[in-house]
């Protein structure tokens, strides 16, 4: 699927195009499945136009699960995700040229649309906890929008390492946050917080609903965000930090076998045909859909 300039869904066609060639040190993948992410609609609509323009045709799509062709190291055959890199993209196709280093074996019990859930969404929460966070038992962490995509990685990384985790959610996801390990849960946009400064803040959102629960901070905090919605800095005790991850094979690697042994779930809402991507980014900007968008190559 190629768009040939910026618009809406309905500038995504199929398109053949040239088999990938590999450069040193990357493998060929032939890609089972692919997620939508809001990132896609992004570079469709333009809104990185002026800062990283495209040369069109353009393939969109981070997540690939597939078959590796050829690879160094790793066996034809093998099953393989990835990530693939943040401003070549090229995920919605039926061949992808990617950095070896970066493909994480799929665990047996993983399906590819399973696995292509992963990527961006899971990698991002990780790193956003681990690379930007000294977290010691029992600290208290505010994590906004802790059952979505990014943010249920996030959470389940925070416990890990031992915190206490306010959740920061819409009023329907109240259960399911506490059944994911938060210790309290917060309406977003409807509670304020009574209780003692958060010494992290893990943020997905964004927005002036987040950036007035910052203000309940400790001053030797941490405010870290990865949306593009801005938290305001003005009277918070510190100011916030906008993280961007790095695809990285073996932060993914944790991660497929954290969701092959049960540890954490990867949503999927709906599984389409390549040829559906248009109707996919659709759903993806309408929201609301509680998992990943997979498009079946």
């Known amino acids: 699927m ?4 910026y618009g809406g869904p309905e500038v995504l066609r199929l398109a053949d195009l040239p088999m990938p060639t590999p450069a040193a040190g990357q493998a060929i993948v032939a890609v089972k499945a692919a997620a939508i992410n809001p990132a896609d609609c992004k570079w469709r609509s333009g809104r990185f136009a002026d800062s990283f323009p495209v040369s069109f045709p353009d393939v969109l799509g981070y997540d690939i699960a597939g078959v590796v062709v050829e690879a160094p190291d790793i066996a034809p055959g093998t099953r393989v995700a990835a990530m693939l890199g943040l401003l070549t993209k090229g995920g919605y196709a039926e061949y992808v040229a990617v950095d070896a280093d970066q493909l994480a074996v799929i665990p047996d019990s993983l399906s590819f649309e399973a696995a292509a859930a992963v990527p961006a969404a899971g990698v991002t929460g990780m790193q956003m906890i681990e690379r930007c966070m000294h977290i010691e038992p029992g600290q208290l962490m505010l994590i906004t929008g802790a059952v979505g995509a990014v943010g249920r990685f996030a959470m389940h990384t925070a416990l890990a390492r031992g915190a206490q985790v306010v959740a920061a959610v819409r009023k329907t996801q109240i259960d399911e946050a506490l059944a994911r390990g938060a210790a309290q849960v917060l309406v977003l946009g409807e509670d304020d917080w009574d209780g003692p400064l958060f010494d992290h803040v893990a943020d997905t959102l964004g927005g002036p609903q987040v950036t007035a629960l910052c203000r309940h901070v400790a001053a030797n905090g941490t405010i870290v965000t990865v949306s ?11 100011p916030p930090r906008h993280f961007i991850m790095e695809p990285s094979g073996p932060d993914l690697a944790r991660l497929l076998d954290a969701v092959a042994t049960g540890a954490i779930e990867a949503p999927i809402a709906r599984i389409l045909p390549l040829e559906e991507a248009g109707a996919g980014q659709r759903m993806s900007e309408a929201g609301g859909l509680g998992g990943k968008i997979i498009l079946k190559v």
Not at 228 to 238: K, R, S, Y
């Open 228 to 238: 593009n919605e801005p938290i305001e800095p003005e009277g918070l005790p510190v």
């Open 2 to 5: 190629v768009m040939d300039r």
